[in-house]
């Protein structure tokens, strides 16, 4: 049996792992869509966004099977608690990629307005918290997950001064009402994505650990 | 547990030694002991014969004073114990007991065959004197009465200590004999056993790969063909592992220096095989992926899923690949199965084909249509529309006539424009082809100031100030009056992009086997995403701006061909809102006219050619 879990526990390694493969595209694309005004590549994303959802439903039922089927301990265990959690963080990142395709469909429609800030500075660094992220996952490396952790700070400080360079620009012209207020927006789902991948890095840690680190950093 | 050689010999030469011992040792004392108790058994006949002829006449009981003393003198004299008897069995005399003392000796058996008439013989333990004793007995007679027995007796305890000696000297010889076999059997031991080590060692060394050693032939018939035989074997694998080796390196090679990426994957998605185009289009490195399954080593979704497909089709499967990157990659990917050499299922090969610059190409192509169609029709149909006007009745109003006419001028001026620079583009490209270009060493500083002159007049309404600086002894060898083309292209481009009053810097400066020429403003800057495709022709990075500020579309378009013309290549640099650089950089040495090819592929943006 433990052979049989064993193998399981693999298959559900690989699934993981395209869903973070698929994840890491829908959020390229979204912001590549953005970048490039492509509203075609916005509405690919959203559509993909399906998909992610049943492989999240998919990945959620076999974890559950395994827990329910073989009843594992330490390490076993962590893994597949670890799994259900960042599996759910990976859904969240995908509907908030969707958001930021709304968001280019969005903009699209609108006059084009300078950006008040450094959007894609900004998406570079998440993209970078993602990618590290999905790095610590594959090859179990602590040190990776603890960089993100560290890094989300930052990208917090920079949805602050965000929030006040958007309010400016508002008050300056408040004619581009619209188109700011989506970049407020934009800026914020980056935010949240960040938080997410400090997630993953956490649940990591603690797939290796067995320590929670939650509220820590 | 195995035992060692010598063990196994050692108790079968011991066994036959002793065999050997016990069989003569036995053989020997019975033959001996036979012939010594015959020769003592005839002595004691002789003797009692002898003393039976000296008392023939007086055996009787009335002698028996006489008898006693004779038996004692013979007895003496020969050592040997005389008994005379009696035919009833009484005891005459004795050598050495009082007849007195004695019991009748009619029943002893060789007293009692004697008195038959016989010979007796008997060998028993005396109890008169206490020892192993021979006993023969002969009849006394004369004239067929048997007058008495004769009895003389001998102890036979020294065959027993010529036997014991015999036997000590037996068992000190063979022990002799068996420690001698032992160092011979040592010997021969290790004389079979020490080749037979030389042959496990060097065994264990054509097990290690050691295949060119060899063993040394020698010692018996039979160990010297064993090492031969090993060593043809030896030969034989170092050939045929030479051939594998040689055929692994060469696939091995054949793969890696294939332009193709090819990835092979078993049945459970492990990465079997990756070859270096492979590694380097997906990012990786084949060491650090080999063995992974591909979720892990490979985070790219549509590679995954086309390996997934490769492998759930029974057919040969087909797809383009986008990996998502600093730059996306246009891959077309072939996958089949692999198979084994029974059919069965080993896993999936997948062959990558890098299509990012070919469809590149044919976008720049296809916006290349669009955008030539469209910048000639634009003044084509402003010019007709503008006729029309005119014909329908509006050439009757003066001051709307003049106007249209103006209108009409400036289209077919921009008309000429665009057809010009396509001439001179034609024309660069054409000269390039054939290599006609006449590159002439000169001054640099002449050609920018005539450069600077020539947009003097578009500076001054901008009230945009040129900065120009170039060392004065720069000499380089290039075709003045296109080289000033293009500077002067760059320098409008600065000019129109720069804000009022702004400045424009224009300077040349030696670098590595090339001069470069930059021409900066700090105007709006270029978004990211155009600069690899800005020195396409008709290209615009703001469709709107560009076309108000007037120009053809095919400025930078030329600075490239002149750049390249030239052997030399144009880059920019830019970031928005804080102003561009562009580099031309002409190298030193002419090389025979112009660098086509060598000049583009060291563009480091990809940078279409020819085709744009």
């Known amino acids: ?217 | 547990m195995r035992l060692r050689f010598i063990w196994q010999i050692l108790p079968a030469f011991f066994f036959l030694i002793l065999l050997t011992l016990l069989l003569l040792t036995w053989l020997f004392a019975r033959n001996l002991s036979n012939f010594y108790l015959e020769e003592t058994a005839a002595g004691l006949e002789a003797r009692a014969r002898l003393a039976a002829f000296q008392i023939t006449d007086s055996f009787a009981l009335e002698h028996s004073d006489r008898l006693d003393e004779l038996s004692i003198r013979l007895g003496k004299e020969t050592g040997t114990r005389f008994t005379f008897v009696l035919p009833s069995g009484a005891v005459l005399a004795d050598s050495l007991e009082a007849p007195e003392r004695m019991e009748n000796h009619a029943l002893r058996p060789e007293i009692a065959s004697a008195l038959t008439g016989t010979i007796g013989k008997a060998t028993r333990y005396s109890n008169t004197v206490h020892k192993n004793m021979m006993y023969v007995a002969i009849p006394v007679q004369n004239q067929d009465q048997l007058l008495g027995v004769v009895r003389a007796a001998l102890p036979v305890t020294t065959i027993d200590q010529t036997l014991g000696i015999v036997y000590q000297q037996i068992i000190v010889s063979g022990m002799v004999v068996m420690l001698i076999a032992t160092l011979i059997g040592i010997y021969i031991s290790r004389r079979i056993s020490r080749p037979l080590e030389e042959m496990r060692r060097g065994a264990e060394r054509f097990a290690r790969g050691e295949l060119t050693e060899r063993l040394r032939v020698r010692g018996s018939e039979e160990i010297a063909a064993l090492a031969t035989a090993m060593n043809t074997t030896a030969y034989e694998l170092d050939q045929r592992m030479r051939t594998v080796v040689r055929q692994h390196n060469e696939q091995e090679a054949v793969l890696a220096s294939m332009v193709e990426g090819v990835l092979a994957v078993d049945t459970s998605e492990r990465i079997i095989r990756i070859n270096r185009a492979a590694a380097a289009l997906i990012g990786v490195t084949p060491e650090e992926v080999k063995g992974r399954s591909i979720q892990e080593a490979i985070r790219k979704a549509d590679l995954q899923r086309f390996v997934r497909r490769a492998l759930s089709a029974r057919d040969p499967v087909e797809g383009d690949i986008v990996l998502h990157g600093n730059e996306d990659l246009y891959l077309q990917a072939h996958g089949s199965l692999l198979r084994g050499e029974s059919g069965q299922e080993l896993g999936a090969l997948i062959v990558l084909n890098d299509v990012t610059r070919l469809r590149r190409l044919e976008n720049v192509r296809r916006d290349f249509v669009a955008n030539v169609s469209h910048e000639l029709k634009t003044p084509i149909t402003a010019i007709k529309g503008f006729v029309e006007t005119l014909q329908e009745g509006a050439i009757a109003d003066p001051d709307n006539a003049t106007q249209f006419l103006e209108i009409m001028m400036r289209q077919a001026d921009r008309l000429n424009d665009i057809i010009d620079d396509l001439l001179i583009l034609a024309r660069i490209e054409q000269d390039s082809d054939q290599q006609e270009l006449p590159l002439t060493t000169m001054s640099l500083t002449t050609v920018i100031n005539a450069a600077v002159q020539a947009c003097a007049n578009l500076a001054a309404e901008k009230l945009v100030h040129i900065e120009h600086n170039c060392p004065p002894d720069l000499c380089i060898p290039i075709n003045a009056p296109l080289l000033e083309q293009a500077l002067i292209n760059l320098l409008t481009n600065a000019i129109k992009y720069s804000p009022q009053q702004g400045k424009v810097l224009i300077e040349a400066s030696h670098g590595d086997n090339k001069t470069i020429i930059n021409v900066r403003d700090w105007g709006c800057g270029i978004d990211k995403i155009h600069l690899p495709r800005l020195f396409e022709r008709f290209y615009r990075a703001d469709k709107a701006r560009s076309r108000k500020l007037g120009g053809t579309g095919l400025g930078l378009a030329i600075v490239k061909h002149i750049a390249q013309a030239h052997g030399g290549e144009v880059t920019v640099t830019s970031t928005p809102g804080e102003g561009s650089i562009f580099a031309l950089q002409i190298p030193l040495k002419a090389e025979s006219g112009n660098n086509h090819a060598a000049g583009t592929n060291s563009t480091p943006k990809n940078i279409p050619n020819q085709e744009d």
Do not use: W
Not at chain 1, 26 to 47: G, K, N, P, R, Y
Not at chain 1, 77 to 93: G, T, Y
Not at chain 1, 152 to 168: F, S, W
């Open chain 1, 1 to 217: 049996m433990p052979l049989y879990l064993q193998r399981q526990i693999e298959d559900l390694k690989k699934r993981i792992l395209t869903l973070s493969a698929v994840v890491e595209e829908s959020f390229h694309q979204a912001i590549h869509s953005l970048e490039e005004m492509d509203t075609s590549l916005a509405q690919a994303v959203i559509e993909r966004d399906i998909e992610v959802n049943e492989m999240e439903v998919d990945l959620e039922e076999e974890c559950l099977k395994i827990l329910a089927l073989h009843q594992p301990v330490a390490i076993d265990l962590r893994f597949i608690v670890s799994v259900l959690k960042i599996n759910n963080d990976l859904e969240r990142i995908s509907d908030l990629s969707v958001n930021i395709a709304q968001r280019t469909r969005g903009l699209a429609a609108l006059k084009p307005t300078p950006i008040p800030f450094a959007l894609f500075a900004m998406a570079e660094k998440v993209e970078s918290m993602l990618k590290k992220s999905l790095d610590s996952l594959v090859n179990l490396d602590i040190e990776l997950a603890r960089e993100v952790c560290h890094l989300d700070d930052e990208v917090d400080a920079i949805h602050k001064d965000n929030y006040g360079l958007v309010k400016d620009q508002i008050r300056r012209h408040p004619e581009q009402l619209d188109a700011l207020i989506e970049y407020l927006s934009l800026s914020r789902h980056l935010e949240r994505i960040a938080d997410l991948t400090t997630n993953i890095a956490e649940d990591v840690l603690y797939m290796i650990d067995g320590e929670i680190i939650r509220h820590t950093y």
